[in-house]
């Protein structure tokens, strides 16, 4: 893959695996919208995997093993990042990017700014945030 580089935020990787195996394959196929492109994602999505995880069984109505199925093929396809090897320069203007509407996703533009990716993401309230600052790096 030598595509462009896209860093998936957490309501991207919630919506894949709350719909299933199938839903997220699709997703993910060579023939989808980022079929050349490199995935990546701060350590962090981890975290906010496990934490939502009892939600994500429940708007999935699917059995945990195929949640588990499906968490399996979207973590093969994304590479993670160590968030200690973002510069600080890029954390303190994600932070000014993020803090006015939510600074739980200053990793997600912290990781895209180092990389200098594109976010994939349909927080529609982060987005009108971010482009109000000047970033307007989006799928």
Known sequence: MNGRRIVVDANIAFR?????????????????????????????????????KERIVRASRLPEAE?????????????????????????MEAYRLCSPTDEKDTAYVALALHLDAKIWSEDEELKAGLRARGFDRFL
């Open 67 to 91: 949640i588990i199925e499906s968490l399996h093929a979207l973590v093969a396809r994304i590479e993670f990042h160590n968030e200690a090897l973002i510069s600080i320069g890029d954390w």
């Open 16 to 52: 894949a695996l709350s719909r299933g195996r199938n839903d997220l394959v699709a997703m993910l196929r060579p023939a989808g919208r980022i079929a050349d492109s490199r995935l990546h994602a701060p350590r962090f999505l981890f975290v906010e995997l496990f934490k939502h």
